[in-house]
């Protein structure tokens, strides 16, 4: 099959809605809707893995970064960093830290 690249462009265009009743567009749509299950499967699988790596002491540090945005150079701060449980952003200003998205719908966070 050779690719007309200005029909793949039109076909891919984000302003445009593929119709998948028409038979030009179905050529370029792809159903993703079989692996959602999969992906949510996957995040909830990591969730459960970071959960049970976490200590009490650790919970309340996480409730303190997601309110307060910030860590100390304190050890148990630095240990969350790199066990993935915060992660470090940066924005023009300067670095700001939150708890790793995942964790956010822990029942253990919402405590």
Do not use: C
């Amino acid at each position: 099959m050779v690719l007309d690249l200005h029909k793949f462009y039109q076909a891919t265009n984000p302003s445009k809605t593929l119709a998948v009743e028409n038979a030009e567009d179905r050529k370029y749509y792809i159903d993703f809707s079989s692996v959602r299950g999969g992906l949510e499967s996957i995040v909830r699988s990591q969730r459960n893995r970071l959960v049970l790596a976490i200590t009490d002491d650790e919970w309340n540090l996480l409730r303190q970064v997601a309110k307060q945005k910030k860590v100390t150079g304190d050890q148990n701060y630095q240990t969350l960093i790199r066990s993935l449980f915060v992660h470090e952003y940066y924005d023009q200003e300067e670095p700001w830290f939150d708890i790793n998205p995942i964790l956010a719908e822990a029942k253990e966070f919402q405590l």
